[in-house]
């Protein structure tokens, strides 16, 4: 019942040595990828350097997590979606339609006139976020070979780490001169650009149609656990203390077991749990899911930190991811070249390792910081991203059979960003329970009033408008806040160095020869 039947396009060898691209269109399709991954880079840094900014205009602190959070749901939720929809029909439709999904959501958020608008925009930018990279990553595994894979992945890498690097900078400077609306706007030509080159260069073979089934029930049970998990985190971050927060908590688990049930049973289910009988698949999974949680925390508070503790401009608080992404590319290329020599279990925990070192010195600032502290914390931060992310995507394409690469890569980025999304929701109920706590101990309105709504301190127009010792009082509660938050990460970043020494030994090519002969077994059988 919880299954519409549909016309399957079953994936084919599209492009293996029997019905190769030409070179030429084989570059402009990897041209038309690139776009789409600069198109996602600018997304992640130019909108969460404007993110203070913009929340200090339209909201509380509380809706600074969901700004994110509502944008992280529908991403997370749609991600093994596209997977399963691009296995089935191809990959071509889906990615352009996922571009398409996403650039609507950005028009949409640059015209916001209120904050239920913006999060209806962001909610729409999501769903076609949630195909862009999977589906992108997916046409790449298709049109080149592991090794070939392993070395284009650093100039995917590089142009990652220009949008990134350039992408805090130029959110900075347009927030600062002109308008936060302006920051969405800016992914417009690169997503019609992406549109247009992959309509034109990708071909793919023509596909059998046999009967196949989409699975509704568990799309439907996944969003509503995740949304009520969301919900129940910012409500405790709120304070509340009721059994309204037992009830959403209860509903997002029952939702969840509900959710495994119909995997288990669905002719074709939205995440195969077939998949988790691969122990490098497993394993990815569960630390993408952590490093989620502490990666997308980190871009989504250290702007609020450099903007409201050290009082710095939207052009300072892009500068602060600039580190990480600058890190995270460089050893992203080294891990793409390390990956072939040293295999990949080495790097995941070194990887792990860095980022727990990272979050150690985020954890560690306070209002006597400078930006150099800011900056290195962020730079560790990096480097442990770079040595674990591409190194786990590449780990699931070689350990899965073909026919499962799209689906093992959309699944595997989902647990990355649902651990996104509880990540920044969790940050944020602490920041928020914190400052609410220091309300507490003071019987002074105005300090009061001003602690439901302390990331308004990070525009100038308000700091002045504030005594000298209420905004000394509110920048010490906002920092002791992010510390706790900070300390949030920690945890996560240790429990992420326990799962990685989970994750088998062997390398690339011995570990792509166990899959082919697994694949051999199974077919024999």
Request: proline share 4%.
């Amino acid at each position: 019942m919880n299954e519409v039947a549909v016309k399957e396009v079953p994936l084919a060898d599209a492009f293996d040595a029997r019905n190769p691209l030409s070179r030429r269109r084989r570059s402009w399709v990897t041209v038309g990828l690139l776009l789409g991954i600069f198109l996602a880079a600018i997304e992640q840094t130019v909108v969460a350097t404007a993110m203070p900014t913009l929340v200090a205009s339209l909201g509380g602190l509380n809706i600074y997590s969901w700004v994110f959070s509502v944008y992280l749901l529908t991403s997370t939720v749609s991600v093994p979606l596209w997977g399963r929809l691009s296995d089935i029909y191809g990959r071509k439709p889906y990615y352009i339609t996922s571009i398409g999904l996403f650039l609507a959501g950005s028009v949409l958020a640059g015209l916001s006139q209120s904050m239920a608008f913006l999060i209806f925009a962001r909610a729409v930018q999501g769903l076609g976020a949630g195909g862009v990279f999977p589906v992108g990553s997916t046409i790449l595994s298709d049109i080149y070979s592991l090794e070939d894979r392993a070395r284009i992945q650093g100039v995917f890498s590089s142009v990652w780490g220009v949008a990134s690097m350039v992408g805090p900078l130029v959110g900075g400077i347009i927030t600062d001169l002109l308008s936060w609306r302006w920051v969405f706007i800016v992914n417009v030509p690169f997503g019609l650009a992406a549109i247009y080159v992959i309509h034109r260069a990708l071909t793919e073979p023509p596909r059998a149609r046999p009967e196949h089934t989409i699975d509704v029930g568990g799309v439907l049970s996944l969003s509503a656990s995740v949304t009520l998990l969301l919900v129940a985190l910012i409500e405790i971050g709120d304070g509340v203390r009721s059994a309204s927060v037992a009830l959403l908590l209860l509903g997002s688990l029952a939702m969840c077991l509900l959710f495994l049930r119909l995997e288990r049973k669905a002719k074709e289910p939205l995440l195969p749990m077939v998949l988790f009988r691969n122990r490098v698949f497993t394993v990815s999974s569960a630390l993408g899911f952590f490093t989620g949680m502490g990666l997308f925390g980190a871009i989504s508070f250290v702007p609020l930190f450099v903007q409201g503790v050290l009082f710095g401009s939207a052009t300072r608080a892009g500068s602060a991811l600039t580190p990480l992404m600058l890190t995270w590319v460089t050893l992203s290329v080294v891990s793409g070249w390390l990956i072939l020599r040293a295999g990949y279990r080495p790097l995941v925990i070194l990887g792990s390792l860095f980022f727990t070192l990272g979050f150690v010195g985020l954890a560690r600032l306070d209002v006597h910081s400078s930006y150099r502290e800011v900056w290195l914390a962020m730079g560790v931060l990096g480097v442990g991203l770079g040595f674990t992310m591409v190194t786990m995507l590449l780990a699931v394409q070689n350990s899965v059979t073909k026919k499962l690469i799209a689906t093992a890569t959309s699944a595997s980025i989902f647990f990355r960003t649902i651990g996104g999304t509880v990540g920044v929701a969790l940050m944020g109920a602490v920041l928020t329970h914190q400052v609410v706590a220091q309300s507490r101990s003071t019987s002074d309105p105005a300090l009061i009033e001003l602690a439901a709504r302390p990331d308004a301190i990070v525009q100038e127009t308000t700091r002045a408008s504030v005594s000298p010792d209420a905004l000394e009082w509110l920048r010490n509660a906002l920092a002791d806040g992010l510390h706790s938050a900070f300390l949030v990460g920690i945890v996560i970043a240790v429990i992420a160095v326990f799962v990685s020494l989970w994750f088998p030994p062997g390398s690339a090519r011995e570990l792509a020869e166990r899959r082919e002969h697994e694949g051999s077994v199974a077919r024999g059988l």
